[in-house]
């Protein structure tokens, strides 16, 4: 009988009380024996089945909470309700504050971002929804007239690349989108005010609009890195 090495092997962890709790309400509500807007047991009876005490289930309860995947109301049962992507994002706020924190952190959401809407700028280019191109003319032209006015470019700046979120018809990305303005709004506000950083950002932009008005989707993506690339740039070189 073939063993296993000891060289390098992990204890393996014990979960702790509220975690098996959680762990198993959610086999629970992804089996569909608890289904969306059912009311799951009282914290009693939940003592009861699960053999642990009520911190433990407190604690699981809210864990799910947290997750989106429990409801709680005031003067109401709990009840199991259907998970959001902006609880999700709500979820992880926490640790990417943590990141940010540190250069490596920063570098990392960076990264995460150029992936992200180069992403965004090749689906625009590649076929966006009807009137999506006018939209971002729109945006394109208030962009240029906030040139001189960091705090009014910085909002036309946003609303720029929200569009093209908002071009690919999946609220997922909006969301993500709008979560990521959130977190690099230092980034955004530092770089923006550096000089010629505003006329540059135009520019970007600029070439970003054309590259998808004529459904070039490798222009598009290679414009839209170069363009948050230069920010990094600027955000660093003020750092």
Known sequence: MNEFPAVGAKPIQRRRLYEEVERLLEVEIASGRLQVGDTIPSERDLMLHY??????????LLSLSRKGLLRFGAGER????KP???AVIQGVSGPI???LASPQG?????????FFECGLAREAAGGSRP??????????EANREAIGNPGEFERTDVEFHFELAIASGNPIFTALHQATVGWLSQQRAISLRQPGALKA???????????????????AESAMRSHLLSVERYFWRAK
């Open 51 to 60: 053999g642990v005490g009520r911190p433990a289930i407190r604690e699981a």
């Open 78 to 81: 709990t009840r199991v309700s």
């Open 84 to 86: 959001t992507i902006d």
């Open 97 to 99: 504050a943590m990141l």
């Open 106 to 114: 920063i570098r990392d959401l960076q990264y995460a971002r150029r």
């Open 131 to 140: 009137g999506t191109i006018e939209r971002l003319r729109m945006r394109l």
């Open 201 to 219: 950002a135009y520019r970007y932009h600029v070439r970003i609009f054309e590259a998808i008005a004529d459904r070039d989707v490798d222009a």
